[in-house]
């Protein structure tokens, strides 16, 4: 079992903790350093037992062969790009840049490093047991030819006017930074759309221009299906609370529910295993919350309590870099979800307008 020694470029993202938490209970894993210029390291570093370096020192220490990136978008592709060149491994946090072009070089990037070095995005919604489950039973046809989905995804209240959400860099705000998981998950399950059309606004009663705060009304155009993502940041329930993936085929459906996890299938005949009617698997409801209350001192906003989906995220990336097993959040994917988030500001520019993807 080849040792895995991770280093950290970037601290301010609170899934930093999460990841670090996650990848210290998988055997033959440590993390030992990480490196930022934000007067925050020390406090990081000291809290989760690792040494605070420069970047050149991390990138250059031998022992280290894989490195997590948790800086502002604008820098995670120069990061990733360094490391890949020291030739380590890495994951690059989601969205995985600051625009499309940002994910196109992290492309370039990734076709152009070493042999059996891995890039993987972290997108972890996707790896959510429900959404697992319901991708596995769409694919089996257990629900017959899928026709429609109806998606919901929201940012926590007052998210959008936090820095987080407003880095003059970034190509958009809350449906780009928080809205990409669940753009992502529609992705894994269904591919890249033909074409987008959206509308996204903003509300003057709650906030002004100067804050991203993105509620968007979204189509995914398919060559025979259709998706409809709604989108805002308003919501006062957990962060994924309230996110759901509804499912219509023509032999039945299902319901997805993010966090707690939650699945609802209806068959119209007893098929796949399921029997005719209704079968609901839900979460235990006693899982941890969504976020710890103690006082966040490396972030803006609270590090999470419930990482359940980081678990699959970590060990997935460890095994694809002792392994060679597929990446399971790949840059392909997060390059499409950019370019959907694009076409949806695109679109809005245009009143409603059809936006056409890339053909993969």
Not at 6 to 29: K, M, N, W, Y
Request: negative net charge; hydrophobic residues 40%; glycine residues 8%.
């Amino acid at each position: 079992m080849e040792p895995i020694v991770v280093g950290l470029l970037g601290i301010t993202h609170p899934h930093a903790s999460a990841r670090v938490r996650a990848l210290r209970q998988i055997d033959g894993v440590e993390v030992i350093a990480a490196a930022d210029d934000d007067p925050r390291l020390k406090y990081f570093t000291d809290k989760y037992d690792m040494e605070a370096r420069e970047i050149d020192e991390v990138l250059q220490d031998d022992r280290i062969n894989a490195i997590m990136v948790h800086s502002k978008s604008k820098d995670m592709v120069a990061h990733a790009r360094r490391a890949l060149d020291a030739g380590k491994s890495v994951v690059v946090e989601k969205p995985g840049g600051g625009t499309v072009d940002d994910l196109l070089a992290l492309a370039e990037a990734e076709a152009s490093a070493a042999p059996g070095l891995v890039v993987q995005v972290g997108f972890n919604v996707r790896l959510a047991e429900s959404i697992t489950q319901a991708k596995e039973l769409i694919d089996a046809g257990v629900i017959g030819e899928v026709v429609t989905v109806s998606a919901r995804g929201a940012a926590l209240v007052g998210e959008h006017l936090t820095q987080h959400l407003n880095q003059p860099a970034d190509m958009g705000g809350a449906l780009w930074i928080i809205g990409c998981h669940m753009l992502d998950s529609l992705v894994h399950m269904f591919g890249a759309p033909e074409s987008v059309n959206a509308r996204v606004h903003k509300s003057p009663r709650l906030s002004d221009e100067r804050s991203r705060e993105d509620s968007a009304s979204v189509l995914l155009n398919y060559s025979d299906m259709s998706i409809t993502f709604s989108f805002d940041g308003h919501d006062h329930l957990e962060w994924f609370e309230s996110s759901r993936i509804s499912i219509y085929g023509t032999g039945g459906m299902i319901e997805v529910g993010i966090l707690p996890q939650r699945l609802r299938v209806y068959v119209d005949e007893d098929r796949g295993g399921y029997k005719a009617g209704w079968t609901e698997w839900t979460q235990s409801h006693f899982t941890p919350p969504f976020a710890r209350t103690e006082l966040n001192k490396f972030s803006e906003l609270p590090e999470l309590e419930n990482i359940s989906n980081f678990h699959p995220e970590m060990r997935g990336w460890v095994e694809s870099i002792r392994t060679g097993a597929p990446v399971v959040a790949p840059v392909a994917d997060a390059l499409t979800v950019a370019r959907i988030v694009d076409a949806c500001y695109r679109s809005e520019r245009n009143r409603g307008a059809s936006i056409d993807l890339p053909s993969a």
